[in-house]
């Protein structure tokens, strides 16, 4: 399983050892996902923890590497990344379809939909990771963890690398904490009235998100600010104008209007931009599968150390094989799960759509998902907003061969064949998600990719085998909001929740296509500006980072533009420095670590709040009348403190 970068020199990569503690991580970090994204409706990415603790693991063993390392950090990020699938699964029990979750039938939902997530992702990435200039956060970020772990550079930039990594993590790890024992706040913000109506704004205190909009870049902090201005400046307050009335909760209608409505405006924003988005990045994506092709040739001709590392991707002979042979399961799948209902009366012309859709979607999902990762993060990524276009387009492909008016037990038949379709299409939308941020490290840090790719395969299967019974504990111990039989401790599933709600709607002949139209002409106008602004050398506005800014909560969106905008300034001063790359690696690694201790934080805190049952687990007060100015004052000054050791560090670079 060596690595041959050069004659005579063999490199540990794919190695039982890191399969096996990459299998291990994946059991924890997958459980820790499910539970929060059913509890609260949000994952963490796994690369970086993992990344981590396999640098402390494997150090106690000769012959550890860099490129080893990072294996294990891919099985482990695919698998907890995977996780993401509880955002549709759930809702066949939320529809009262599923009483639980058939294991193997689970299992080969998700592992289908992973494996062909990752199939997807390998021409990809010649088009969006080797041939792009997007970002990439996490993965860059991974890759610095990686390399201050293995030693990589000069001693006295190692040991400063590995004190900002250690620093960052430190203060980011110490602000949640205080969070959770109740002495600060987790957000700022609240509703209020404007004009006629109202809106609301929230800022989550994550040292996290300053970390990840530090990565990113201004451009798109600026293009999710004008997405946040559009969606709570302008139609928020014109939505709930009027709504208000006497005995009216601000703060509960303002929610309430902003998810039922503008988060259906963004996601059509949303929707237009991917579109856009594709079409952009089509002629990569040809030229991606023209050259790995050209390599495939090259390969069986002079054997594959004929070709540059970069180059060793899985054939893609294999790759188009296994994405075809996928759709045989798929099909058996889809046919076992229709029998007795609608779909099984006009079986053969429903399959072939709906196996067509898988492919075609998972195209262009893929594609897109990935280039949002590489935008802004996988952390960040409005995953649960492109889940919602799933089930769109699989709702009105059923009614176009359906119909509405169906009886009530047939349309719930139709309602839960989409939720089932659309679960193995989110499947390729988590796994591309993150496997281009894995792929983006294996880059920086020299590994194979074909090597890479299969262990993005490993952690799917790993995946899909430990998610539906952690998904079947949960539901018996708690159940799900809005399924038949929840008590009143139920987990709330939200994005569950929704993307089962547009199912109905769109079924059901109850869905408000206006919203998703207005999302959608607000998208081609951003599209339009950016196109001139781009023409015009003046910059971009990416039209996926606007649709985030109207689709996400702020308590998500506007940590980032704050980190984008620190970020700008300190770049600007790291480049009138005497060694200004050495310089804005300071910061690259003092951001990293933010990410890092936030990583870890959260996974220490998954596992108690599962252990116990009880999200207040580590509360010492209750009530603190100073969480707010303290919080506000912590958090301020830590970031203070931060960048000024970031200039520190940099200025004796």
């Known amino acids: 399983m060596a690595n041959n970068t050069a004659a005579g020199t063999a490199i540990r990569e794919l190695t039982i050892r890191g399969v096996i503690l990459g299998a291990l991580l994946t059991v924890v970090f997958t459980a820790a996902n499910v539970y929060l994204g059913l509890r609260i409706g949000l994952t963490f990415a796994t690369s970086i923890p993992a990344a981590v603790i396999s640098m402390a693991v494997l150090r106690a063993f000769s012959g550890a590497t860099i490129q080893e390392n990072n294996i294990v950090q891919t099985i482990a990020s695919s698998a907890g990344t995977l996780s993401a699938i509880v955002f549709v699964l759930p809702g066949l029990v939320m529809v009262g379809w599923w009483a639980n979750f058939p294991y193997w039938e689970s299992v080969a939902v998700i592992a289908v939909g992973g494996v062909l997530g990752v199939m997807y992702s390998v021409p990809l990435r010649r088009a969006l990771v080797t ?40 203060l980011a790890a110490l602000y949640p904490l205080l969070a959770k024992m109740k002495l600060a706040v987790e957000e700022v913000g609240g509703a209020f009235k404007l004009g006629g109506g109202g809106s609301m704004l929230f800022g989550g205190l994550s040292l996290a998100l300053v970390g990840v909009g530090h990565l990113v870049g201004i451009a798109v902090g600026m293009a999710m600010l004008l997405g946040i201005v559009i969606s709570f400046g302008f139609l928020l307050p014109q939505f709930t104008a009027g709504g208000l009335s006497a005995g009216t909760d601000l703060a509960d209608f303002v929610g309430t209007v902003f998810r039922q409505k503008i988060r259906f405006i963004g996601a059509g924003t949303i929707g237009i931009a991917a579109i856009w988005t594709l079409l952009r990045v089509i002629g990569p994506i040809i030229k991606g599968i023209t050259a790995a092709i050209a390599a495939n040739s090259a390969r069986k001709g002079a054997g594959i150390e004929s070709l540059a590392l970069t180059e060793r991707d899985i054939p893609i002979g294999v790759v188009g094989g296994t994405i075809l042979l996928a759709m045989v399961p798929i099909a058996l799948l889809l046919a076992d799960f229709a029998a007795g209902g609608p779909v099984a009366g006009a079986l053969g012309m429903s399959l072939v759509a709906s196996v067509l859709y898988v492919l075609v979607a998972g195209i262009v999902i893929a594609s897109v998902c990935g280039y949002m990762a590489g935008l802004i993060g996988a952390s960040n990524s409005p995953i649960s907003g492109v889940g919602i276009l799933a089930a769109l387009g699989i709702s009105l492909l059923l009614l176009g061969l359906f119909g509405q008016g169906n009886s009530e037990s047939d349309t719930k038949a139709l309602v839960a064949f989409a939720l089932f379709v659309t679960a193995i299409v989110f499947g390729v939308a988590t796994i591309s998600n993150d496997n281009l941020q894995d792929l983006k490290t294996g880059q920086l840090v020299g590994a194979t990719p074909w090597r890479q790719q299969v262990a993005l395969v490993l952690g799917v299967l790993f995946g899909a085998l430990v998610i539906p019974p952690i998904l079947d504990l949960l539901n018996s111990t708690f159940g799900f909001q809005g399924a038949p039989g929840a008590g009143e401790n139920a987990l709330s599933a939200p994005q569950a929740a929704l993307i089962s709600a547009i199912a109905q709607g769109v079924l059901g002949g109850s869905l408000d296509w206006n919203l998703v139209g207005l999302g959608a002409a607000i998208g081609a106008g951003v599209i339009l500006a950016d196109e001139l602004l781009r023409k015009s050398g003046k910059g971009a506005l990416p039209p996926l980072a606007v649709g985030m800014g109207m689709y996400l909560p702020t308590q998500v969106t506007m940590l980032v533009i704050v980190g984008t905008v620190l970020g700008h300034f300190y770049n600007r001063w790291a480049a009138r420095q005497s060694a200004p790359d050495l310089a804005e690696r300071m910061g690259v690694l003092t951001a990293t670590g933010l990410i890092v201790g936030d990583s870890l934080f959260n996974i220490a805190y998954a596992a108690i709040v599962a252990s116990t049952d009880n999200p207040d687990a580590l509360a010492v007060v209750d009530n603190f009348p100073a969480a707010l100015p303290l919080g506000v004052a912590v958090f301020t000054t830590i970031i203070a403190y931060a960048y000024w050791r970031m200039r520190r560090d940099g200025r004796t670079a």
């Open 131 to 170: 041939g792009s200039d997007l970002p990439y956060p996490e993965g860059v970020a991974a890759a610095e963890v990686l390399k201050v772990g293995a030693g990589v550079g000069g001693e006295e930039e190692n040991r400063k690398g590995l004190a900002a990594v250690t620093a960052g993590g430190l």
